[in-house]
């Protein structure tokens, strides 16, 4: 190992977690300065810690504690990065960055790419009762400014946040009547179970308007794909918070964000992206103009490999095998069920818990789903990250749904009162000229349509995931009719068999054991 003076010692000490093992982790510097350093690994026989101190070091004139050279690094990056376009540089940093106040659509916006980590605020855990300023949380959109329907449009928000927040106390009550509190559960994680229950079954009053928060955690590289579809987006909120955004980079990580707005380069960027879109929507009205939906179920699998276990199989045999993978495919074909089970167990493994997943063979065959589910939880599958999941705009022209506790406690002409409005707001603003906007009067209770295509393997994560009993029953429904369709229609018997922790009962007191699992972790119980 590369030893280091006493002074160079003292000057990499706060930079380094370690000075003399070959792992370490860099700390309290730029992130351009950290992304420079890793840059040079491409053209540098020198070891990191090394170059830190020959090149990003800048002794004091003055005799006083030597500096980070930030305009170095920032000039590496003006070169890799702007003029010889090698992105990987740009993955070499990363911001925390929170958006707060974001309306639901737009925090679908930043949702978007795969390549970040979110965390949003929960609507089963946040109650929207409070009236920050004396306004209920929700988007009032620009657009609407002066415009004689702005009225119309907070009053019946208004309501909406009114209803659901007058339904709160009797689902709570209803809940608490309903479930049956074990022995042995405490006051809190009984309140928190009630009160989620209570919050799931009025989400579906809450508008797409309604505001919330969103950390985001990602590269530069991830920060510019969002910023340039941001910067064209047809709502005024979505290119305010880009905005907001750029100002907000700019003081972390100016480097990787150099050619977003420059009109050359991410400014043509944005155009193209704009234009096709607007292309191709208005191709769709001239080819589907008058065209009205066929009914469907909630959930349809469009698309499958009828061959695809048999491929599953052959892919698990492809890494303990010297063999070509055509030809593991031909002896896949021939082996009988029995065998084939038996490569797919063995490759499944034994799991004892939903994280122990089997390999990239599961990737060898895929699922496309579409999906005419509500938009409360739409708002949940479209986290996943791992697939290719694309929806229509929001409307409330496909109807609302409601679950049974709703028409129990008396809450349905409520409820139908908040639909109907906000079917007749939508249907006003698209008279308008306001398409995009309408989507705010939107309410979760509405279905929307969505496409997920998805390989086996991320449909094991999200079924498992999504099914489990302290799930919302909306997307449960969902993912447990994907996995009957994947072990029925698509005949992927054993591909379903291998998910094990599905679950794919109705069980309603399964979040409450799973606050209580909760508790007592937290209790070291
Ligand atoms: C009961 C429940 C409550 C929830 N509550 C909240 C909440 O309050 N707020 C909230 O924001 N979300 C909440 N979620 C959503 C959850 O946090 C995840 O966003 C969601 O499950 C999708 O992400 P994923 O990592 O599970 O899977 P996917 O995005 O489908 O990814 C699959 C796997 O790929 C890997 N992966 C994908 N992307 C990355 C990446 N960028 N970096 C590293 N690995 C990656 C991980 O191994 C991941 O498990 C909740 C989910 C459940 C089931």
């Known amino acids: 190992m590369e030893t280091y003076t006493p002074e160079e010692q003292v000057a990499l000490a706060p930079y380094f977690t370690n000075l003399d093992g070959p792992v370490f982790a860099l700390v309290n510097l730029p992130e351009v300065v950290k992304g420079a350093l890793f840059a040079r690994y491409s053209r540098s026989p020198k070891s990191l810690r090394r170059l830190f101190l020959d090149e990003f070091l800048e002794q004091a004139s003055a005799g006083g504690p030597p500096s980070i050279g930030t305009a170095r690094a920032e000039r590496l990056y003006e070169r890799v990065f702007s003029e010889y376009g090698d992105d990987s540089v740009a993955q070499l940093g990363g911001v925390h960055l929170a958006c707060e106040g974001a309306s639901n659509i737009l925090t679908k916006v930043l949702e978007w790419g795969r390549l970040m980590a979110y965390l949003e605020q929960s609507t089963r855990y946040i109650p929207y009762t409070d009236r920050p300023g004396g306004r209920w949380r929700y988007h009032v959109p620009a657009e609407l400014e002066g415009h004689p329907l702005r009225p119309r449009?907070?009053?019946?928000?208004?309501?909406?946040?009114?209803?659901?927040?007058?339904?709160?106390?009797?689902?709570?009550?209803?809940?608490?009547?309903?479930?049956?509190?074990?022995?042995?559960?405490?006051?809190?994680?009984?309140?928190?179970?009630?009160?989620?229950?209570?919050?799931?079954?009025?989400?579906?009053?809450?508008?797409?308007?309604?505001?919330?928060?969103?950390?985001?955690?990602?590269?530069?590289?991830?920060?510019?794909?969002?910023?340039?579809?941001?910067?064209?987006?047809?709502?005024?909120?979505?290119?305010?918070?880009?905005?907001?955004?750029?100002?907000?980079?700019?003081?972390?990580?100016?480097?990787?964000?150099?050619?977003?707005?420059?009109?050359?380069?991410?400014?043509?960027?944005?155009?193209?992206?704009?234009?096709?879109?607007?292309?191709?929507?208005?191709?769709?009205?001239?080819?589907?103009?008058?065209?009205?939906?066929?009914?469907?179920?909630?959930?349809?699998?469009?698309?499958?490999?009828?061959?695809?276990?048999?491929?599953?199989?052959?892919?698990?045999?492809y890494a303990s095998s010297r063999l070509p993978d055509d030809q593991l495919l031909a002896i896949a074909r021939k082996l009988g069920p029995e065998e084939r089970n038996q490569v797919l167990e063995a490759y499944a493994g034994k799991r004892t818990n939903r994280r122990h997943k089997p390999g990239r063979a599961f990737e060898r065959t895929a699922y496309r789903f579409d999906v005419l589910g509500d938009y409360g939880a739409f708002r949940d599958l479209q986290r996943h990250r791992l697939l290719t999941l694309e929806w229509q705009p929001l409307t409330t022209r496909h109807g609302w749904v409601f679950s049974e506790e709703i028409e129990t406690v008396g809450a349905l002409p409520d409820w139908r009162r908040v639909m109907d409005d906000a079917a007749g707001l939508y249907e006003a603003l698209v008279a308008a000229g306001f398409s995009e906007v309408a989507q705010y009067a939107v309410t979760m209770a509405y279905r929307m349509r969505y496409y997920m295509e998805l390989n086996a393997r991320e449909a094991m994560h999200m079924i498992e995931l999504r099914t489990s009993p302290q799930g919302h029953p909306a997307y449960r429904r969902i993912c447990q009719a994907m996995h009957r369709l994947i072990a029925g229609q698509a005949g992927h018997r054993a591909i379903a068999a291998a998910m094990t922790f599905a679950d794919l009962s109705d069980a309603e007191e399964g979040r409450l054991s799973a606050e209580r699992a909760a508790e007592k972790r937290r209790s070291g119980g």
């Open 153 to 317: 449009y907070v009053e019946t928000l208004d309501r909406a946040f009114e209803t659901y927040v007058r339904w709160i106390e009797p689902l709570r009550a209803h809940w608490t009547a309903r479930l049956p509190r074990p022995s042995g559960t405490s006051d809190t994680a009984w309140s928190s179970t009630i009160r989620a229950k209570a919050l799931d079954s009025l989400r579906g009053l809450l508008p797409a308007a309604t505001r919330s928060s969103v950390g985001i955690f990602g590269t530069g590289q991830g920060y510019e794909a969002l910023l340039l579809r941001m910067r064209r987006h047809p709502l005024a909120e979505v290119r305010d918070y880009a905005d907001r955004m750029m100002v907000e980079l700019r003081k972390v990580i100016p480097a990787f964000l150099q050619r977003v707005d420059r009109p050359d380069r991410g400014g043509v960027w944005s155009d193209y992206l704009d234009e096709a879109r607007r292309t191709t929507a208005q191709l769709a009205e001239r080819l589907l103009v008058g065209l009205e939906p066929e009914p469907r179920s909630e959930v349809t699998l469009t698309d499958f490999d009828p061959d695809g276990e048999i491929k599953v199989v052959a892919a698990a045999l």
